[in-house]
């Protein structure tokens, strides 16, 4: 199934703001929240709190990225910067 760009956006927009708000609370807010320890003390579940929205907001942002680029036209800037490979000059 393939989601819209609107709404891959969407999701890596939040998953990054969860993952940023995770990063900055204390390192056992779960024991401290919840009072339960789902890792046994070790700080893995906060860990997984801020990595796992973090590299899913890395993976929507570099497909919707490259979507983009597949789908620009050729231009000359692209050229200039060695994007693309200028076609051959049929002149020659």
Do not use: C, H, Y
Not at 22 to 45: C, H, K, S, Y
Request: charged content about 20%; glycine content about 6%; aromatic content about 8%.
């Amino acid at each position: 199934m393939k989601f819209s760009r609107r709404l891959r956006a969407t999701i890596a927009v939040l998953s990054a703001a969860v993952g940023a708000t995770a990063a900055v609370l204390p390192d056992d807010w779960i024991e401290q929240r919840f009072a339960v320890t789902p890792d046994g003390g070790n700080g893995m579940a906060e860990f997984l709190w801020t990595a796992a929205p973090l590299a899913l907001a890395a993976i929507l942002a570099l497909s919707l990225l490259r979507e983009r680029r597949r789908a620009a036209p050729l231009s000359p800037r692209a050229f200039v910067w060695g994007a693309r490979t200028p076609p051959a000059d049929p002149q020659v």
